[in-house]
T-cell receptor
């Protein structure tokens, strides 16, 4: 049983479309991080959300942390080919040193 | 340019070989991590070092042996590996591993390991 479930696992859409990917858990997290990993590279942090209901924007990317701090979503507006990659969410518990990662959403944006 | 450098980038080895993976961070961080990334599986934490001391061993088989001589360097010594150990091995660092785990982790680009 995975602590963090990401959906969908794969998503292929056309340039200019909007999309939302989800990260869900039955556990309550003290914070949640989103990373993007491109082929041949390590994951790179996009954002950290800490407060229930928090919304953060990074250009065309909007991240939301659920009110109960058990889930999160990433919405991309007007997707670009440069958004292609593996999107990983990772949850952290207060006092614990480790992050728990979801299995990721592999996103492909077609020109 | 990444502040975390991993070498080699690719490694092919037989099951009886002994090899080592190296990770170096130039960020002044005090915590370092080894992860295993396999296809269709979540990123798996293997080991955590905080101020050179191992603070987490996630039930990793003894054929993987980590070494952390200082806060900037981390090694993963490999011996008698199995085909199922083929994966991308990622190193990461964070400012501190004192329990404030909402700190970002900075990853290297990984070593792609293939076991013949």
């Amino acid at each position: 049983t995975q602590l963090l479930e990401q959906s969908p696992q794969f998503l292929s859409i056309q340039e200019g479309e909007n999309l939302t990917v989800y990260c869900n858990s039955s556990s309550v997290f003290s914070s949640l991080q989103w990373y993007r990993q491109e082929p041949g590279e390590g994951p790179v942090l996009l954002v950290t959300v800490v407060t229930g209901g928090e919304v953060k924007k990074l250009k065309r990317l909007t991240f939301q942390f659920g009110d109960a701090r058990k889930d999160s979503s990433l919405h991309i507006t007007a997707a670009q080919p440069g958004d292609t990659g593996l999107y990983l969410c990772a949850g952290a518990w207060r006092g614990a040193q480790k992050l728990v990662f979801g299995q990721g959403t592999r996103l492909t944006i077609n020109p | 340019e990444t502040g975390v450098t991993q070498t080699p980038r690719h490694l092919v080895m037989g099951m009886t070989n002994k090899k080592s993976l190296k990770c170096e961070q130039h960020l002044g961080h005090n915590a370092m991590y080894w992860y295993k990334q396999s296809a269709k599986k979540p990123l798996e934490l293997m080991f955590v070092y905080n101020f050179k001391e191992q603070t987490e061993n996630n039930s990793v088989p003894s054929r993987f042996s980590p070494e952390c001589p200082n806060s900037s360097h981390l090694f993963l010594h490999l011996h008698t590996l199995q085909p199922e150990d083929s994966a991308l091995y990622l190193c990461a660092s964070s400012r501190t591993g004192d329990g404030r785990s909402n700190q970002p982790q900075h990853f290297g680009d990984g070593t792609r390991l293939s076991i013949l």
